[in-house]
């Protein structure tokens, strides 16, 4: 059984044409399933879990980076239900802007969605979890001031720029290759003269007492907080044109 | 001819790479070829291959398998294969080597051994060969 989670941005008029297109191009597939809207609900992790107990075979994120960010932690962070979720697969349908997680599963519009949820090629990906949160594409942080720790060594730039680190990239024009399934995180920091340094690392932590990592573009952390990757965490619905292999 | 800091082919795709703004401290264990452009404070040690850059500023001992040095390095280095220092490199600590290549302008100071590696494999294949020629 399909479940969609609506979120609260696609109440807004301007989206009612692409919601109604995308709602009969899932019942001409036969796809069609219980929606759930996220306004309204405070308890949306305990909803979700709900649905998953009561047989959800697939959870469809209708919205975008923020919509995936708020209903992956109660998909596989569902310890109780730990039969359930393991065939619990996560769907996407991206409407409108900041849509990147689905575009590096190869998602361009909803209508395209439909079909790859018809055609369900389903591929397993490792997550980023930062603290209690967890990211599918990247993280950021401002690199000055930010010191990173590892087991044996720790890292600090030395002048203004950004560092990602990053599970899964959202195209493949970057200069790094990223692999969602070597169980890696891949750590990338820009400076303004300094150029590139790239690392790889499965977990660290990561102190800054100026700015927070910003998870998928969509959820602030603060630090300090331990960074890790949890591997082949999470099955996904993608399509041909995903970044990943 | 005149870029001394052109990285080897085999160093495009360095497993790890830390740039020229970024200070590490403590030991750096990599297990692909890694780049240094930046400093480095502890120790470096890789089964694989390193290069330091011009720029680069590395208070280290260094383990490796080929080691190639344009920057400043103090710290013993154990190179098992190809050791080359370029025309800007400083070294400060003894150096042990398989084969050494060095650039007019590099400063050593420290002592020079060679671990007789690279002896012992031609010294071997000379002995097959020899063998194969009775046959």
Redesign the interface.
């Known amino acids: 059984m399909h479940v969609y989670i609506y979120d609260d941005y696609l109440n807004r008029g301007r989206y009612n044409k692409t919601v109604n297109r995308m709602e009969i191009r899932l019942t001409d597939l036969g796809l069609n399933g219980k929606i759930i809207r996220l306004s309204g609900i405070k308890n949306i992790r305990g909803t979700i879990q709900n649905e998953i107990k009561l047989g959800a075979k697939t959870i469809v994120a209708v919205g975008n980076n923020q919509t995936v960010n708020k209903i992956i932690g109660a998909i596989i962070e569902a310890d109780i239900y730990g039969d359930f979720q393991k065939n619990t697969l996560l769907g996407i349908v991206p409407i409108g802007p900041d849509n990147s997680i689905a575009s590096s599963f190869g998602i361009k519009n909803e209508e395209q969605a439909c079909n790859i949820l018809l055609a369900r090629r389903i591929k397993k990906i490792d997550l980023g979890l930062i603290g209690s949160y967890y990211f599918l594409n990247e993280a950021r942080i401002e690199s000055l001031g930010t010191k990173i720790n590892f087991a044996d060594y720790s890292i600090e730039a030395q002048e203004r720029g950004e560092i990602r680190i990053i599970n899964l990239l959202s195209d493949r024009s970057n200069t790094i290759k990223s692999n969602p399934h070597d169980g890696l995180l891949d750590i990338l920091i820009k400076t303004k003269k300094g150029g590139e340094t790239l690392l790889r690392a499965k977990n660290f932590s990561l102190i800054n007492e100026r700015y927070n990592l910003l998870l998928d573009g969509v959820v602030e952390v603060k630090t300090p907080n331990e960074v890790k990757v949890v591997s082949n965490r999470i099955n996904v619905i993608v399509g041909k044109d995903r970044s990943f292999d | 001819m005149f870029n001394r800091n052109i990285k080897p082919e085999k160093f495009k795709d360095?497993?790890?790479?830390?740039?020229?703004?970024?200070?590490?401290?403590?030991?750096?264990?990599g297990q692909g070829n890694i780049i240094i452009?930046?400093i480095l404070e502890?120790s470096l040690k890789t089964d694989a291959n390193i290069f330091i850059g011009e720029k680069a500023k590395v208070v280290a001992n260094i383990e490796a398998n080929d080691l190639i040095i344009h920057g400043d390095v103090r710290g013993n280095l154990k190179v098992k294969n190809y050791l080359s220092l370029g025309a800007t490199a400083k070294i400060n600590g003894d150096i042990q080597f398989g084969t050494l290549s060095v650039e007019k302008g590099a400063v050593i100071n420290g002592q020079l051994s060679s671990n007789g590696e690279v002896g012992k494999k031609e010294a071997k294949e000379s002995e097959k060969a020899k063998l194969s020629d009775e046959e």
């Open positions: 360095a497993e790890t790479v830390i740039g020229a703004s970024i200070k590490v401290k403590g030991n750096f264990n452009e930046g502890g």
